[in-house]
């Protein structure tokens, strides 16, 4: 619905975010490689993973100590690699 295409897009309006959303739609990602991709500092990235946690976009998975990112919403992906393609590289 137009609801949520409208929800994805105000994700998307933080860089942050959007950023995140882009490395993570290329594969699951643990928070160090995330953190030294995008160049995120610790409290801001936690922060924005959790907003992403929140409106389900990203899933969790342990191992250990560390926690991976991985995409949850296929079409929110979808998008994601299309802007990954045009805008993220």
């Not at 929140?54 to 250990?64: D, I, N, S």
Request: aromatic letters at 4%.
């Amino acid at each position: 619905s137009a609801d949520k295409a409208v929800d994805l897009m105000k994700v998307l309006g933080n860089r942050d975010r959007m950023m995140l959303l882009c490395e993570i739609s290329q594969g699951e990602k643990c928070v160090g490689e995330l953190e030294d991709s995008l160049d995120i500092h610790q409290p801001t990235l936690s922060q924005q993973l959790t907003v992403l946690r929140k409106k389900k976009l990203v899933k969790t998975r342990r191992e250990g100590k560390q926690i991976y990112y991985s995409g949850a919403n296929p079409v929110a992906m979808s998008v994601m690699n299309l802007l990954y393609q045009n805008y993220c590289k």
